[in-house]
């Protein structure tokens, strides 16, 4: 297997409170990973700094062979809209926009033209059961609805990793069992690399493999070769 994106001895604090110490981790391209852990073990930081949101104090992250932490905030930038997906706890729709805008956002940005970048958006409307949503505004949508919305979002560009930070959390586990079902699948039908953070053993077992971070570290077993 390829790998994707890894932190190396990654070390991050806020201020004095230390969140990573020494966190490394490595993802195969395509695959689904689930990291787990208590609540301030660390797995939120160490997928910010995986994803470039964060820059660790030290060690290094890489993405497709080159240092992430190395990037100036452009680049960075650009990573993220580009090669990037997220989906996060609540969503996080801007309530302005429509439903197909907020899908649709992403290939905005990145100059797609607003024709066709809601011609892509209408067409995860379907495939995520939401037919007829399209014109609704975030306050009109179920919180299962709103997070469907918000996969959409993180996947319609068709980005090389998506970041998912407990993305059922604000779900009853029948929805969250459905999201999750959902995000498996598309991902597998793009090839997309899945970084979950979850402290739910349910939503984890929809992954490949699981981690755990503990005190700012990794905790992942032994990598067998196929």
Not at 17 to 39: C, F, K, N, Y
Not at 64 to 69: E, L, Q
Not at 96 to 119: K, M
Not at 162 to 183: I, N, Q
């Amino acid at each position: 297997m390829t790998v994707m994106i890894e932190a190396r001895n990654a070390m991050f604090s806020f201020g004095r409170t230390p969140a990573l110490r020494g966190a490394s981790i490595a993802v195969d391209a395509g695959e689904i990973l689930a990291v787990m852990g208590p609540s301030g073990s660390g797995k939120s930081t160490l997928l910010h700094c995986l994803a470039g949101i964060l820059v660790p104090d030290s060690g290094e992250i890489l993405f497709d062979g080159a240092r992430v932490d190395s990037m100036t905030e452009t680049e960075r930038s650009s990573l993220r809209r580009d090669r990037f997906g997220f989906v996060f706890q609540f969503g996080q729709l801007v309530p302005e926009l429509t439903a197909a805008e907020n899908v649709a956002l992403p290939l905005l940005l990145s100059g797609v033209r607003r024709t066709e970048a809601l011609r892509k958006a209408y067409g995860w409307f379907e495939r995520l059961g939401l037919d007829g949503m399209e014109q609704r505004r975030s306050g009109e949508l179920s919180g299962g609805q709103a997070q469907r919305v918000a996969l959409a979002r993180g996947l319609v560009a068709g980005p090389e990793v998506l970041f998912a930070d407990e993305p059922t959390g604000a779900l009853d586990s029948l929805t969250g069992e459905h999201v999750m079902e959902l995000l498996v699948t598309a991902a597998r039908e793009q090839g997309t690399t899945v970084i979950l953070v979850t402290h739910e053993p349910r939503v984890a077992a929809y992954a490949d493999r699981e981690v755990i971070v503990r005190d700012g570290r990794v905790n992942a077993p032994e990598r067998i070769a196929p």
